[in-house]
């Protein structure tokens, strides 16, 4: 069925490609609706027949992958969903397999965000990925979700010293001193690593400059591929590790499929993305080409005559 | 006194939270300041919420163009504050995370805003389609370097750029184009985020320099003096 889709999907982006061309060539422009309805074509039929890639994981990714897999067991692991809506679909692969692999691995996670939609995704990982797939972990002992706060960078300024003075209590009204999991822990540093998820701002480039750098604590991200660029000074020094996208995610997610058999049913949004993501970029290829060949024929028609 | 109080307290603070960072016993007063700005940062959202019922309370009242989505923005905000200030249908109760699975707030983040606001970034791709369609033409040797950047990153976020260079052997693997987009991104991409980066900051310096010593003053509404 996979392979029908597949050439299905080619034989109808390809043909319709090539009448575009031939089109162009004869100088007439590409209305924007076609483009449009290829792109719609692009991203659907690897979805309705469910085309897959396989992936291997980079350097880059890897090197999140294996501070989770090496550090010992009951590390302290927080993850920030610093993201909202617009950006969960991109991200949210992200940090759910960052919580699947921490709790796999029996670290404690401690949830929180710096956005303040990043509280209810946050929720929603706890209720999706760690009720579901992990019903022997406890609340306030394996994993705590201690929400958001107002002050974007003012609340790393303040925990990275001391969490109480700006986190009470956790999204439920329960008091950290009387949870287990926050026994022993006093700020940040306490962390053994800090994984940020997001892309905007307060985000990453936030966590680095106010938490991971002044506290040498070690940091990782997940971010919009839109904006991972705009990171990559910050890697290998101070950021171990950085998931770029779709693609970031999905790599992270075979990873995960080829060490631990447990996963290898779990849901996987990146992988099953890359399908129209991959389709969409060839495309998007396909029209650069198109264009420049209809803007050097309309340049040779000028100039002969 | 309109001006002068603003220039002292920026310079106060602003002078604290620099010592706090070098100087260990101003440390306390930098951690107290950062939790003074968290606090009046809450406000914000008082400020931003007045701003929005207004703005569209306005529009509704003299009937300008498109006031009927005024409307919608109006009761969307007034239900979903209600829905989180009051917890309406959350089973843990007032006492319990405003987000808990059952309660409207999160039935409706669920099932209203997180789908619109996925959909409204997903429509970024068709037009970003259509604006390398008519935009990215190799008009000149800057546009066609561009161009071929942009042609090895789009291939290379793709398993596709895998399986086409595959064949290239192992001690050429750089000309393999995923390794091709690591090195876009982990050289050129690098060095110009880097002197971006470092050009930002020193005018970050720069300007918080004249804001602390209080020779720019247009975050007041005046003119610099």
């Known amino acids: 069925m996979s392979n029908i889709g597949l050439i299905l999907s080619i034989a109808v982006i390809v043909g319709g490609l090539l009448w575009l061309t031939i089109r162009s060539l004869s100088g007439r422009e590409v209305e924007r609706r076609i483009i449009f309805l290829f792109i719609g074509i692009a991203v659907s039929i690897p979805l309705l027949f469910d085309i897959t890639f396989s992936e291997k994981a980079t350097p880059i990714v890897k090197g999140i992958y294996d501070k989770i897999e090496n550090l010992p067991s009951g590390s302290r692991i927080l993850i920030s969903f610093d993201y909202g809506p617009s950006m969960a679909p991109e991200v949210e692969p992200m940090s759910n397999a960052f919580v699947r692999h921490s709790l796999a691995k029996d670290h404690k996670v401690v949830i929180m965000g710096l956005w303040a939609t990043g509280q209810s995704l946050g929720a929603s990982a706890v209720e999706n990925v760690i009720k579901s797939e992990f019903p022997d972990k406890v609340d306030g002992v394996d994993y705590i979700n201690i929400g958001y706060k107002a002050g974007n960078q003012g609340v790393l300024n303040v925990i990275i010293t001391d969490f109480r003075k700006m986190y009470a209590t956790d999204v439920n009204g329960v008091d950290l001193d009387s949870v287990e999991i926050f026994k022993g822990i006093r700020s940040l540093k306490d962390m053994d690593l800090m994984i940020s998820v997001g892309g905007g701002f307060p985000g990453i480039k936030e966590w680095v400059l106010f938490a991971a750098d002044p506290g040498n604590i070690p940091l990782a991200g997940g971010s919009a591929a839109v904006s991972t660029p705009l990171l990559y000074p910050y890697y290998p020094k101070q950021l171990i590790g950085l998931l770029g996208g779709i693609k970031g995610a999905a790599e992270y997610e075979s990873e995960m499929k080829k060490n631990y058999p447990r996963f290898a049913d779990m849901p996987t949004p990146g992988i099953k993305m890359m399908g129209p993501q991959t389709l969409a970029h060839m495309v998007v290829m396909a029209f650069i080409i198109i264009g420049n060949l209809s803007f050097f024929f309309a340049k040779r028609k000028k100039s002969d005559g | ?225």
């Open chain 2, 1 to 225: 006194m309109k001006r002068q109080v603003p220039v002292v307290i920026t310079f106060v603070v602003g002078t604290v939270l620099i010592l706090s960072v070098f100087f260990p016993p101003a440390e306390r007063m930098g951690e107290d300041f950062s939790i003074f700005f968290d606090i009046i940062a809450v406000f914000a959202f008082f400020l931003g919420g007045g701003n929005l019922l207004r703005i569209h309370a306005g529009k509704i009242y003299k009937k300008r163009k498109d006031w009927g989505f005024s409307v919608v923005t109006i009761c969307g905000f007034g239900i979903m504050m209600m829905a989180g200030l009051f917890k309406l249908w959350n089973p843990g109760g007032i006492a319990a995370d405003v987000a808990a699975t059952g309660s409207l707030f999160q039935l409706m983040y669920d099932w209203i805003f997180n789908p619109l606001g996925a959909s409204m970034y997903a429509l970024l791709a068709f037009y970003v389609a259509s604006a390398s369609y008519r935009a990215f033409r190799a008009k000149n040797i800057d546009a066609t370097i561009l161009l071929i950047a942009a042609f090895v990153i789009l291939l290379g976020r793709t398993p596709l750029g895998m399986y086409a260079t595959s064949w290239i052997p192992e001690s050429f693997s750089i000309m393999q184009i995923p390794n091709l987009a690591i090195w876009i991104m982990v050289s050129p991409n690098l060095a110009g985020q880097r002197a971006i980066m470092i050009g930002i900051a020193l005018g970050v310096v720069s300007m918080s320099l004249r804001l602390i010593l209080g020779v720019e003053r247009t975050y007041l509404g005046v003119d610099n003096e």
